[in-house]
Nanobody
Framework: QVQLVESGGGLVQAGGSLRLSCAAS????????MGWFRQAPGKEREFVAA????????HYTDSVKGRFTISRDNAKNTVYLQMNSLKPEDTAVYYC????????????????????WGKGALVTVSS
């Protein structure tokens, strides 16, 4: 089992920044691809960003490219999502998720392929 706990959510004005953290415990963190997903009110959960085991490969959904940065610190068992230039449409509950892999690169990351999920952190961007 892997336990994931998100932190860092909150209320921010449009154009502002927030950094989400996700602390993992229970298994060897570096064996897991990590991803961030989000679910806006009334919408389905969607992929935001993913990072390979080593942190060397990254992938983002188009709507956050150039604004969000995913990173990880395997020594601290933590993955981060730095969110800059936030927009009201970024308002959502943000979830981190983990998937075990033997791949050194970044395989396709889908909601259905993630094994473990955190409970989420609410990010609200006011206009």
């Amino acid at each position: 089992q892997v336990q994931l706990v998100e932190s860092g959510g909150g209320l921010v004005q449009a154009g502002g920044s927030l950094r989400l953290s996700c602390a993992a415990s229970g298994r060897t963190f570096s064996n897991y691809v990590m991803g961030w997903f989000r679910q806006a009110p009334g919408k389905e959960r969607e992929f935001v960003a993913a990072i390979s085991r080593s942190g060397g490969s990254l992938h983002y959904t188009d709507s956050v490219k150039g604004r969000f940065t995913i990173s990880r610190d395997n020594a601290k068992n933590t993955v981060y999502l730095q969110m800059n230039s936030l927009k009201p449409e970024d308002t959502a509950v943000y979830y981190c998720a983990a998937a075990f892999t033997v791949a050194f690169g970044l395989p396709p990351v889908t909601e259905g392929g993630m094994e473990y999920w955190g409970k989420g952190a609410l990010v609200t961007v006011s206009s």
